[in-house]
């Protein structure tokens, strides 16, 4: 079965660069989470889009920004990097238009910033 | 605001049972979730509970919910070595699908 994929898989970046990580829901989902989880922390909710619009907004600095496309793929924009945004970034879909609460993990984006 | 606590360390003995617990704050979550994490890969989603329901059986896996205290419990028959991992729990926000994560569970399976 097919599932969410992001990329890229890894990234290294230095402070006040930007960065984009991309994620590709599973078919037919039409919600998309992100999450980001520091190093030996819990994942913490970032922001998350249904059909294209934003529906939720968590802990999500700023510098950060994201968007869900026509393809129900999403970015998330990361500006001015500091160290402390060295993490794994995971994106999630889920099928909230059948009351579906089933929510798919990608296998994350590591980004370090140097 | 929702806040979601596990013990963070769990060693077992291959093939005895696993009981990792949860406690949640947020007593209009509507969903309770567990997810296994390995070293250095995603979250993968291993079974849900609805708030109405008291247990919930998929296999080697038992979820217990005890709504009054607030308390949510993975048990895992026959524990193997493929079982160590870290889990953690998560609750659903109210009137929101994101999810709000515990502390995560790092379970050694001993061979």
């Known amino acids: 079965a097919a599932g969410v994929i992001q990329s890229p898989r890894h990234l290294i970046k230095e402070k006040r660069e930007t960065a984009t990580l991309k994620c590709y829901p599973i078919?037919?989902?039409?919600?998309v989470y992100w999450y980001q989880q520091g190093p030996g922390q819990d994942p913490q909710f970032l922001i998350s889009?249904?059909?294209?619009?934003?529906?939720d907004k968590g802990s999500i600095p700023d510098r950060f920004s994201a968007q869900q496309f026509s393809d129900y793929h999403s970015e998330l924009n990361m500006s001015s990097l500091e160290l402390g945004d060295s993490a794994l970034y995971f994106c999630?879909?889920?099928?909230?238009?059948?009351?579906?609460?089933?929510?798919?993990f990608g296998p994350g984006t590591r980004l370090t910033v140097t | 605001g929702e806040d979601v606590e596990q013990s963070l360390f769990l060693s077992v003995r291959e093939g005895d049972s696993s009981v990792i617990n949860c406690t949640y704050t947020?007593?209009?979550?509507?969903?309770l979730y567990w997810y296994k994490q390995e070293p250095g890969a995603g979250l993968q989603l291993l079974t849900y509970?609805?708030?109405?329901?008291d247990m919930k059986q998929d296999q080697r896996l038992t979820v217990l919910l005890n709504k009054k205290d607030k308390h949510l419990s993975l048990r895992i028959a026959d524990t193997q070595t493929g079982d160590s991992a870290i889990y953690f729990c998560?609750?659903?926000?109210?009137?929101?699908?994101?999810?709000?994560f515990g502390t995560g569970t790092r379970l050694t399976v001993i061979p």
């Open positions: 509970i609805f708030s109405n329901m």
């Open positions: 078919p037919r989902h039409d919600t």
């Open positions: 998560a609750e659903a926000a109210t009137g929101a699908n994101n999810l709000f």
């Open positions: 889009f249904y059909e294209k619009m934003q529906s």
């Open positions: 947020d007593s209009s979550s509507t969903y």
């Open positions: 999630a879909s889920s099928y909230t238009s059948v009351s579906s609460y089933e929510q798919y």
